[in-house]
């Protein structure tokens, strides 16, 4: 029986669509909203290895296994994305909402970046209108009300995706737990089969030398 390490180096197994294995292995029924399946639970270790064997068990749930950890990052790192936005959309939320309070004409004092760590201070009049940055170079001009319908929709967009993103995290994780857990159960089990498989053959030996002799 090879080391845990070892089946790791192992060059895995090409998974194939009409592999039986997969069939049982992967639940394609129960999906989560961005349609990645499930991972059966092997309840019974001893008749799976009987029929597919350990080492294929073993490949195809490390690269399952692996496939989630990509998935997870993935969306990890949207994650981080949006949680940087939402608190930059909150925050022309309330600069919007502070203009538009302020009477039209009047002049306010307002404190600009002019590049990296410098600012300067300025008396401008109050707009009755604002540029929002789209994305891809394109800036447009909205009076106030379109400013802050526009962003409560992208906010409550944002906030709705990081909602969604949690979930599928806990819907993946689950699905490693589980292959985690087969994995080490069928390890396990083939390890236990190679001890016994050296015992039998070292008693078959001796006995055998044994006769021998007599």
């Given at each position: 029986?090879?080391?845990?390490?070892?089946?790791?180096?192992?060059?895995?197994?090409?998974?194939?669509?009409?592999?039986p294995?997969?069939?049982?292995?992967?639940?394609?029924?129960?999906?989560?909203?961005?349609?990645?399946?499930?991972?059966?639970?092997?309840?019974?270790?001893?008749?799976?290895?009987?029929?597919?064997?350990?080492?294929?068990?073993?490949?195809?749930?490390?690269?399952?296994?692996?496939?989630?950890?990509?998935?997870?990052?993935?969306?990890?790192?949207?994650?981080?994305?949006?949680?940087?936005?939402?608190?930059?959309?909150?925050?022309?939320?309330?600069?919007?909402?502070?203009?538009?309070?302020?009477?039209?004409?009047?002049?306010?004092?307002?404190?600009?970046?002019?590049?990296?760590?410098l600012?300067?201070?300025?008396?401008?009049?109050?707009?009755?209108?604002?540029?929002?940055?789209?994305?891809?170079?394109?800036?447009?001009?909205?009076?106030?009300?379109?400013?802050?319908?526009?962003l409560?929709?992208?906010?409550?967009?944002?906030?709705?995706?990081?909602?969604?993103?949690?979930?599928?995290?806990?819907f993946?994780?689950?699905?490693?737990?589980?292959?985690?857990?087969?994995?080490?159960?069928?390890?396990?089990?083939?390890?236990?089969?190679?001890?016994?498989?050296?015992?039998?053959?070292?008693?078959?030996?001796?006995?055998?030398?044994?006769?021998?002799?007599?």
């Amino acid at each position: 029986m090879q080391s845990k390490e070892d089946n790791q180096q192992k060059p895995q197994q090409e998974i194939k669509e009409e592999d039986p294995l997969l069939k049982v292995l992967i639940d394609k029924t129960k999906k989560n909203s961005r349609g990645v399946p499930a991972m059966n639970f092997i309840d019974n270790v001893e008749e799976w290895i009987d029929k597919f064997t350990s080492q294929r068990l073993i490949s195809y749930i490390n690269q399952y296994i692996n496939k989630y950890k990509f998935m997870e990052a993935q969306i990890v790192k949207r994650n981080e994305g949006l949680n940087v936005k939402i608190p930059d959309i909150e925050k022309c939320l309330g600069t919007i909402d502070y203009l538009d309070k302020k009477e039209k004409g009047k002049q306010i004092n307002v404190d600009y970046m002019v590049s990296n760590n410098l600012w300067a201070k300025a008396e401008v009049n109050v707009p009755d209108s604002v540029f929002l940055w789209l994305g891809a170079n394109v800036m447009c001009e909205y009076k106030m009300e379109e400013a802050k319908t526009l962003l409560n929709q992208n906010l409550q967009n944002a906030k709705e995706q990081v909602k969604k993103n949690n979930a599928d995290l806990e819907f993946i994780k689950d699905q490693m737990t589980i292959g985690e857990v087969n994995y080490a159960r069928i390890y396990n089990e083939a390890v236990r089969r190679n001890q016994l498989a050296k015992k039998k053959a070292a008693a078959e030996k001796s006995s055998s030398t044994g006769s021998t002799v007599a």
